[in-house]
C-alpha cells in the first residue's frame, strides 16, 4: 500500500505536472509524437494498401508486412535508428532540439520507429477491408457503369471504413502505449516519469506515470472507437 499512497501522493501533488519535465509538458510530448507517427504511417501505408485490395493484388505482400513488423522488436528498431543518428547534422548520438523541434533528443528516430510499428495493422486491416467487400456488390456497382475510380469510391471505401477504422484504432493504442519506450534512449513522453522513478528507487512516482498512461490509452481506445462508429456506414452501425 506505501507505493500506491506514494504514487496518488506524486499525481495529486501540483508540483509533479508543472513546469519543464512536469507531467502536462510529458503529456503534450506523447501525445504529438504519437498523433504525427500514427499520420505518417497512414500517409505510408494507407494509400498502398487501398490500392492493392481494389486490384486485387499484393495479398502476400499485406500479410508479410504485418508479420515482419510483428516479428521486429520496437526497441531494437528504436536503438538501431539512434545509433545510425542519420538526422544529426553535428554528428552527435542524437538528432538536437534544434532539429526535432518539439519532439526533443532521439524524437525523429522515435517517430520513424513508431510508423513502422503502426503499418502492419494498417495495412493489414486496409487491404483485407477492400477484398472483403461481396463480389456481387462489385458487380452491380459495375453494371450500373460506375469506372474503377467510381467503384472504389463509392462502393468499396464505404463498405471498408468500418474495418480500416478498426485498423487505425489499433495501431493509435499501440503507439501510445509504445512511445514510453522513448526514454529509454533520452526520447521524450511520460516514458521518463516512469524510467526515473523505477532507477531512483521512486516506485510511487514509476506507478504513477503507468496509470497515467493507462488511463489515457483508455481514454484513446474510447475515442478511437466513436470515431469508428461515426464513419461507419449507416445501416452498418450497431
Not at 63 to 68: D, G, H, L
Not at 158 to 175: E, F, S
Request: no cysteine.
Amino acid at each position: 500500500m506505501t507505493v500506491l499512497s506514494d504514487a496518488w501522493a506524486f499525481l495529486t501533488d501540483p508540483a509533479s505536472w508543472t513546469g519543464s519535465g512536469g507531467m502536462l509538458q510529458l503529456l503534450g510530448q506523447q501525445l504529438l509524437i504519437t498523433l504525427v507517427a500514427l499520420l505518417l504511417a497512414l500517409l505510408v501505408g494507407l494509400p498502398v494498401a487501398l490500392w492493392l485490395g481494389h486490384l486485387g493484388r499484393g495479398g502476400f505482400l499485406a500479410v508479410n508486412v504485418s508479420n515482419v513488423g510483428r516479428a521486429i522488436p520496437t526497441f531494437a528498431l528504436l536503438a538501431l535508428l539512434v545509433a545510425a543518428d542519420p538526422w544529426d547534422v553535428t554528428g552527435g548520438l542524437f538528432p538536437g532540439t534544434a532539429y526535432a523541434g518539439p519532439f526533443g533528443r532521439a524524437g525523429v528516430s522515435t517517430l520513424v520507429a513508431l510508423a513502422l510499428f503502426a503499418l502492419p495493422p494498417i495495412i493489414t486491416n486496409a487491404y483485407t477491408a477492400v477484398r472483403e467487400v461481396p463480389a456481387d456488390v462489385r458487380e452491380s456497382a459495375t453494371g450500373l457503369g460506375m469506372s474503377g475510380s467510381q467503384l472504389f469510391w463509392r462502393t468499396e471505401l464505404p463498405l471498408a471504413m468500418p474495418l480500416i477504422a478498426t485498423g487505425v484504432r489499433l495501431a493509435l493504442v499501440q503507439i501510445w502505449a509504445t512511445a514510453t519506450i522513448a526514454a529509454l534512449v533520452a526520447g521524450p513522453g511520460l516514458g521518463r516519469v516512469i524510467t526515473d522513478g523505477f532507477y531512483r528507487t521512486l516506485y510511487g512516482q514509476g506507478i504513477a506515470g503507468a496509470l497515467v498512461v493507462a488511463l489515457v490509452a483508455l481514454v484513446l481506445e474510447l475515442l478511437a472507437a466513436l470515431a469508428q462508429r461515426l464513419v461507419a456506414p449507416a445501416h452498418l452501425r450497431a
